[in-house]
């Protein structure tokens, strides 16, 4: 009994404790990377669907204005994802989350916002706050590249 539970408080000690937390850091973000994967295909699959049946067919003369801002969002949904991917896998080279690259994907989706928005059917406060939003993404992303760039 004694030895039971001197294995279990060395198994507990803060060192081995971090280490096995660090373990499964690593386990789930590799999992991520495998569900990151399937979703960046799904999105390619969709991408590549949309594109032969709608550009190709010419079928709806005249719409193709709105299939080409579909197209335009599928495009970026598959960068986002990508810059996803590379978050994560960024993470298990360095095992640091890696800021300015979190700022440029949320970038790339505001981005992705605006260029796929319709403007019928928003009111000028998402509007405003979506410029909102990329001023502040920015502004952040210049401090954070200022930063880096004066520590090297």
Not at 16 to 23: A, G, P, Q, S, V
Not at 39 to 68: C, P
Not at 82 to 106: A, D, F, M, P, R
Request: charged letters at 20%; one cysteine or more; a positive charge.
């Amino acid at each position: 009994m004694r030895r039971l539970f001197k294995n279990f408080r060395e198994w507990t000690t803060d060192e081995n404790f971090m280490h096995l937390i660090e373990n499964i850091e690593v386990i789930v973000a590799k999992i991520l990377s495998l569900c990151m994967l399937v979703v960046i295909l799904a999105a390619i699959g969709d991408l590549i669907t949309l594109m032969f049946r709608e550009l190709l067919a010419f079928a709806n003369y005249g719409s193709f204005y709105k299939t080409l801002f579909k197209v335009f969002g599928l495009f970026l949904n598959v960068l986002i994802a990508l810059e996803i991917l590379e978050n994560i896998t960024g993470y298990l080279k360095k095992h640091v989350l890696q800021v300015e690259l979190v700022i440029v994907t949320s970038l790339i989706a505001v981005a992705r916002k605006i260029i796929i928005l319709d403007l019928d059917k928003v009111s000028g406060m998402d509007i405003i706050g979506l410029g909102i939003a990329v001023l502040s993404l920015s502004i952040s992303y210049w401090i954070i590249r200022s930063g880096n760039s004066k520590s090297k």
